[in-house]
């Protein structure tokens, strides 16, 4: 997709810890679906950095005021794994988040996790197409509204693993990926699908991915998050700790 913004060009929000980065994000959420007008469609990111966040939107003082109704849950990523395995994103964001508000169930799309993978990697992208209502993305008319993404050490985003086939995508908009470095055949977003969005957020917390972080500020080719754009914004949310600066205390 041409046009947008890149991570290189992308705001930089630097907070004091990994509570603020989720009561930051929490907010943007909050503040993007009660200004929208009708569905309001999000990707939701895995692992462990939005674990905060989660259990922060599940907090009543936020889930009273959040439009759950007219919001529409997808993922960004996930293991193929069952629900109810510990590295189901799936799993995660269900027993954090959605078990404690009242979203409909319907506006939940969890990726398929049974069967053969590039099957279910194509039957997400024809539940994707029935919620855009249409077969190609059209520039203008974002897919989501907002992306959620975090990063690994090894400069995967979502499940655009280094190396891998899927990082060469350009027309799907689901595909699997079978990491190299990481356990578990994963079903992702492809680069095209995360650019149609009006937002991308990554959040990224801790020193540890403060050196890959750096990196792909900077935009250096090799890592996969480094070639992640949206026709709107691209923001970083990221802690103290990753930005490389110390950490005042006191
Ligand atoms: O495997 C994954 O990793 C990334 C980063 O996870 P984190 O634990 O370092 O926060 C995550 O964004 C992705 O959704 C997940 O499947």
Redesign the pocket.
């Known amino acids: 997709m041409q046009g947008g913004h890149d991570v290189t060009s992308a705001a930089v929000v630097v907070l004091d810890s990994s509570d603020a980065v989720a009561r930051r994000v929490a907010s943007f959420l909050l503040e993007k679906a009660c200004q929208s007008k009708g569905v309001f469609r999000i990707a939701l ?5 939005p674990r905060k966040l989660y259990a922060l939107m599940a907090q009543p003082d936020y889930a009273d005021r959040f439009p759950w109704g007219r919001a529409q849950f997808f993922y ?2 996930d ?1 193929f794994v069952p629900a109810d395995s510990p590295d189901s ?1 799936r799993g995660m964001a269900q027993s954090l988040l959605f078990a404690h508000v009242p979203v409909p169930r319907d506006n939940i799309h969890p990726m398929p996790d049974q069967g053969d993978a590039d099957e279910a990697a194509r039957t997400y992208e024809v539940e994707l197409k029935r919620a855009y209502g249409a077969d190609r993305l059209e520039a203008g008319r974002p897919l989501f509204d907002v992306v959620l ?4 050490e090894n400069g ?4 655009l693993f280094p190396r891998q086939p899927v990082l060469e995508e350009k027309t799907h908009w689901v595909a699997s990926c079978v990491p190299d470095d ?1 356990p578990h055949t994963r079903l992702t977003l492809t680069y095209p699908a995360i650019a149609s969005s009006r937002h991308v957020l990554f959040l990224v917390t801790g020193a540890a991915k403060a050196a890959v972080l750096e990196r792909v500020r900077v935009g250096d080719p090799v890592e996969p998050a480094s070639h992640i754009r949206s026709e709107g914004e691209v923001v970083w949310i990221v802690d103290r700790e990753a930005a490389g600066q110390a950490t005042g205390k006191g």
């Open positions: 990111s895995g692992g462990s950095t960004g990523d293991r994103n993404l975090g990063l690994g995967h985003t979502a499940s990481a």
